[in-house]
């Protein structure tokens, strides 16, 4: 982990009348001020780590709109947390502050199937809720690989999504509306319970995807969608990654909208091809996870669609998933892609840009050119369907040779991102770790727009201060 010690003027300890007043409202058990209790709540999935001065277990929205009130009076920082898996440093309290945790605020407070929609509290696990709605004949799109651990509140905060997002959307198509509690203590309600709705600007979508800088989501009302009657996957292996960039463009330019479409290059390939029993051609250059969902009645001919389309010059094979066994391992294989990284590079550089679907090839085309120019090695998967590419800069933390041509390297992929069209980052946000490189996408008017928008909410600046913005 990486240490940030907070800056000279940020107060080391709370004091002792704040602390107590902190500890009457959090009750039995709710506050943590001691370091070492504090530490672990201080750190995300970046590998960042910061000490917050308090951890507040938040267990209900008026409790926390005293605590902002409290805090804005005092001035004193408060950093939203789901659980932490973010991968931006998001979370990490870098300039000091309460992190106020919303792991104990998991309850689903309804699921109306009529209006299709559930309102829950933001610490609901993704996978909580998904096993909840599912039972009820639903599910909720956004399905972020970590769903077992991270929260619906992260998942809103980041606009986290998944494989599904190609066809059914992130966190903003599937949020209907949303309460939260500025930075100086109002509570707001945003939104509609209905699928249409235009009174007023849509704060909701403001919401999404702020990084925890515009208010603290104490409950949240999401649009669901009825389970699919059938699935079908395919497994298309192709010479090189360009046959396979070839192919998702022509399968997103066809009717049929895949319900998942994901990529691996040849080097993602050799990391799990063991581990996960892929059963592929030793030639394999380039994978693509192809699903399709619908009406059992209509899935062949779905099916039919796509493969057509993904058949382009270079398809070395492909072939339908036809066992539960066979398609548990074809996405155990892309699922294990992040961790097994990590495990190789543990301070690999991992990136989720973006670039328009038919400009995939060029972009991957110009990757394997920028790690051939640094000496880098680049391993690429990621939702192809969305052009979201996860770009991964293996890098050995011994050599500094290598680190400052790696760190040169990303800043020519993030020029050659915003050059193609795209964007830095598809879901994983900016947080702490592409704050520097934001004004390469984003211009000084809508800069300055944005920031007097964050001052509306939080006039104080005590809401995850320091994040997302340059
Ligand atoms: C193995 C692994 C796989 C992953 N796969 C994906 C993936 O497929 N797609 C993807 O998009 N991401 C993925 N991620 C990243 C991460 O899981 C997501 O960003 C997730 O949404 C974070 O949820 P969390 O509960 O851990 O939030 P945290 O990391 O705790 O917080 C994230 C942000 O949300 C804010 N926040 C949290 N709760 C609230 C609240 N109630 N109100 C306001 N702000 C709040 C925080 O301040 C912070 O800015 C992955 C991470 C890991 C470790």
């Not at 106020?100 to 996978?127: C, H, K, Q, Y």
Request: aromatic share 4%; net charge neutral.
């Amino acid at each position: 982990l990486k240490t940030i010690a907070p800056p000279p003027e940020s107060p080391p300890e709370l004091s002792v009348r704040l602390r107590r007043r902190l500890g009457e409202l959090a009750g039995p058990g709710g506050l943590l001020t001691e370091p070492a209790d504090c530490w672990p709540y201080g750190y995300d999935n970046s590998r960042r780590q910061a000490l917050p001065q308090a951890v507040f277990f938040a267990t209900g929205s008026e409790q926390v709109r005293e605590l902002v009130r409290l805090c804005y009076g005092e001035r004193i920082n408060l950093i939203a947390r789901g659980r932490g898996t973010g991968t931006t440093g998001a979370t990490v309290p870098d300039r000091g502050g309460v992190v106020v945790s919303f792991e104990r605020m998991n309850r689903i407070l309804a699921i109306e199937p009529d209006d299709r929609l559930a309102v829950v509290e933001p610490g609901v696990t993704n996978e909580a809720l998904q096993q909840a709605v599912g039972q009820r004949g639903f599910f909720w799109p956004p399905d972020p690989t970590s769903a077992a651990v991270c929260t619906v509140g992260g998942n809103l905060a980041h606009n986290s999504a998944g494989p599904r997002a190609v066809k059914y959307g992130t966190p903003r198509e599937n949020t209907l509306g949303l309460r939260a509690i500025t930075g100086d203590g109002r509570e707001i309600r945003t939104g509609v319970r209905t699928t249409k709705g235009v009174v007023g600007l849509d704060l909701t979508r403001l919401l999404i995807g702020s990084e925890g800088t515009l208010g603290l989501i104490t409950e949240a009302t999401l649009r669901l969608t009825p389970l699919p009657e059938a699935t079908r996957t395919l497994q298309a292996a192709y010479g090189d990654m360009h046959a396979a960039a070839a192919a998702v463009a022509a399968i997103m330019a066809q009717p049929v909208t895949p319900c998942a479409l994901e990529f691996m290059d040849g080097a993602a390939i050799s990391l799990v091809r063991d581990y996960a029993g892929l059963e592929l051609p030793a030639e394999a250059g380039a994978l693509l996870m192809i699903e399709v969902d619908g009406p059992a009645a209509c899935i062949d001919q779905a099916l039919d669609a796509v493969r057509a389309a993904a058949t382009v010059t270079g398809l070395l094979e492909c072939r339908a998933a036809t066992t539960a066994a066979e398609l548990a391992r074809l996405w155990k294989a892309r699922k294990s892609l992040s961790p097994a990284l990590r495990k190789i590079a543990p301070k690999k550089i991992n990136e989720d840009v973006a670039v328009p679907v038919s400009r995939m090839p060029a972009f991957l085309a110009q990757l394997q050119e920028l790690g051939r120019q640094y000496r880098i090695t680049i391993v690429n998967f990621g939702h192809a369907g969305n052009g979201n590419i996860h770009v991964n800069l293996l890098v050995n933390p011994d050599d500094p040779a290598e680190l400052e041509r790696a760190e040169a390297c990303l800043g020519a992929v993030f020029d050659r991102v915003l050059a193609l069209g795209g964007t830095l980052s598809g879901e994983h946000g900016v947080g702490l770790a592409k704050r520097p490189y934001v004004d390469r996408e984003i211009g000084p008017e809508a800069l300055a727009l944005m920031h007097g928008i964050r001052r509306q909410f939080d006039p104080a600046g005590i809401l995850n201060p320091g994040k997302s913005l340059p």
